[in-house]
């Protein structure tokens, strides 16, 4: 089965860092771009960012660029959100995802959602 499992979550304090992993089974992942999304508190669902099936491009939504970055290793079926000078307002759920086709898609272009990490950062 297709399956994203998200990784790597946890409580931390305002200006450090974490890394998020997104592990992908039951496909090959060089065939799929991929993205990350989050949910803040009350809020909808929002990009973060994407990367290519290459690995080469990758796309940050206005709020998290500059501090955030995202890498995948497709050999390792894995992906990951490499998230520095971590504020407050990044505080939610952070989800993975796939899509067919590179570059800045609309957020029901992809699907196979994982479960989700949170993402707690204290002032």
């Known amino acids: 089965q297709v399956r994203l499992a998200e990784s790597g979550g946890g409580l931390v304090q305002a200006g450090e860092s974490l890394r998020l992993t997104c592990t992908a089974s039951?496909?090959?992942?060089?065939?799929?771009?991929m993205g990350w999304f989050r949910q803040l508190p009350g809020k909808p669902r929002e990009s973060v960012g994407g990367i290519s099936r290459t690995g080469d491009q990758t796309y940050y939504s206005d709020s998290v660029k500059g501090r955030f970055t995202i890498s995948r290793d497709n050999p390792k079926n894995t992906m990951y959100l490499q998230m520095n000078s971590l504020k407050p307002e990044d505080t939610g759920v952070y989800y993975c995802?796939?899509?067919?086709?590179?570059?800045?898609?609309?957020?029901?272009?992809?699907?196979?959602w994982g479960q989700g990490t949170q993402v707690t950062v204290s002032a």
């Open positions: 039951g496909f090959t992942s060089s065939m799929w771009a």
């Open positions: 995802a796939r899509a067919f086709r590179d570059g800045p898609r609309p957020v029901e272009e992809f699907g196979s």
